[in-house]
């Protein structure tokens, strides 16, 4: 899914150092934070290796936390969906995966 070479081995790099496997084990109330965690501190590597500044962990809540996430996933299911096809990942019809994420995140 991720369209650029260097960015994509950087990706698989982080992925195999940092591994997700057991995410399903997570329990729910620590799901958000691992995620929020693991994609802060990819970013803070991407951005160390283009020397730019890194963000601080207690600055996220204030940056992010106005954006209607349900809203940009449909906003973005069209190239999501087409990117995933593209890698050959079998796609869930978008009124499954969102019930899927709502019970999984308990959010209406
Ligand atoms: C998996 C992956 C790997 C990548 N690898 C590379 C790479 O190897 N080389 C490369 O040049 N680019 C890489 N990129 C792209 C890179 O992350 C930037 O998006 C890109 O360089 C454009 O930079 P930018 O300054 O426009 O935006 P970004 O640096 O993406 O900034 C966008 C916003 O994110 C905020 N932000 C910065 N750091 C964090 C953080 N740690 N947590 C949360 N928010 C933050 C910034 O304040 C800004 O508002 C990768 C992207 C992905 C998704």
């Not at 940092?18 to 970013?43: A, C, E, M, Q």
């Not at 190239?79 to 019930?99: C, D, S, Y």
Request: net charge positive; with cysteine.
């Amino acid at each position: 899914m991720i369209p650029c070479d260097v960015c994509r081995t950087h990706y698989k790099e982080y992925l195999s150092a940092n591994p997700v496997s057991g995410i399903l084990d997570i329990d729910y109330r620590s799901l958000k934070t691992f995620v929020k965690t693991w994609l802060w501190n990819l970013h803070n590597i991407v951005n160390t290796g283009n020397d730019k500044a890194t963000f601080a962990y207690d600055d996220l809540t204030a940056k992010y936390s106005g954006i209607p996430v349900l809203t940009r996933l449909k906003q973005l299911a069209a190239p999501i969906q087409r990117a995933m096809t593209h890698n050959g990942v079998r796609l869930l019809h978008w009124k499954a995966f969102e019930n899927a994420a709502k019970k999984q995140f308990s959010y209406s």
